[in-house]
């Protein structure tokens, strides 16, 4: 897992009209927190954090922050929660967990299906139920993805979270059990359609049928 220094400076200010005049600093609102940890106000520049998203995958990144305060050293984090502008993609705030490289995470990992499916050369279709999984493990030891060879199954044959193999150092939340990926039947993912469509014909009918009653009404 990459590991990107980036500068820290606490803020003051809170609410919007603040947090807006930082933004146009530059800078982008963020807090850093943590177990055992105050909640930190900060701000981290913008340009320095575009370049870090750039790289690769932000959230799977582990940031060395370094607090402009007076303190010495820096303080390790992940990224828990980036807002970003819905158009614009502009940060607009970013919530930094603090971490202790000696106790694992639970972080989130996306599924990488390999292969073609028995089921699909048999005319069935791959479908991707969840595209990524929660995991526990150590920060420096967050896969960049888990990769699935979904070669064996056939038509109607499910994978489940459990029956993945991850990583060593990389193991699944107590209780973890669900569908990943399954192969459907082009046949049943047809079903519900046309039963959609033939449930929603009277309503048509009765719409098209709805302008001729209101006319002779009015006759």
């Known amino acids: 897992m990459e590991q990107i220094a980036l500068t820290a400076a606490p803020r003051t200010g809170r609410g919007n009209g603040p947090a807006r005049r930082l933004r146009q600093s530059g800078q982008v609102p963020a807090i850093l927190y943590g177990p055992g940890t105050e909640p930190r106000p900060i701000a981290v520049p913008a340009r320095d954090l575009e370049h870090a998203f750039q790289k690769g995958n932000i959230q799977r990144t582990i940031f060395a922050l370094d607090l402009q305060n007076g303190a010495s050293g820096s303080r390790l984090a992940v990224i828990k929660e980036l807002q970003t502008h819905p158009v614009t993609g502009r940060f607009l705030h970013v919530d930094f967990y603090e971490i202790d490289l000696s106790r694992k995470l639970r972080v989130r990992v996306p599924l990488a299906p390999r292969g073609k499916a028995k089921g699909e050369e048999l005319g069935g279709m791959l479908q991707v139920i969840e595209r990524e999984i929660e995991v526990l493990c150590l920060?420096?030891?967050?896969?960049?993805?888990?990769?699935?060879?979904?070669?064996?199954?056939?038509?109607?044959?499910?994978?489940?979270?459990?029956?993945?193999?991850?990583?060593?150092?990389?193991?699944?939340?107590?209780?973890?059990?669900?569908?990943?990926?399954?192969?459907?039947?082009?046949?049943a993912e047809a079903a519900p359609a046309a039963a959609a469509a033939e449930a929603g014909a009277p309503e048509e009918a009765a719409e098209a049928a709805a302008p001729a009653e209101e006319k002779s009404g009015e006759a």
């Open 139 to 187: 920060p420096r030891e967050i896969p960049e993805r888990i990769e699935v060879d979904v070669s064996p199954l056939g038509i109607g044959e499910t994978l489940h979270v459990r029956d993945l193999t991850l990583p060593p150092g990389v193991e699944l939340p107590p209780g973890a059990n669900y569908t990943v990926i399954t192969i459907v039947s082009q046949k």
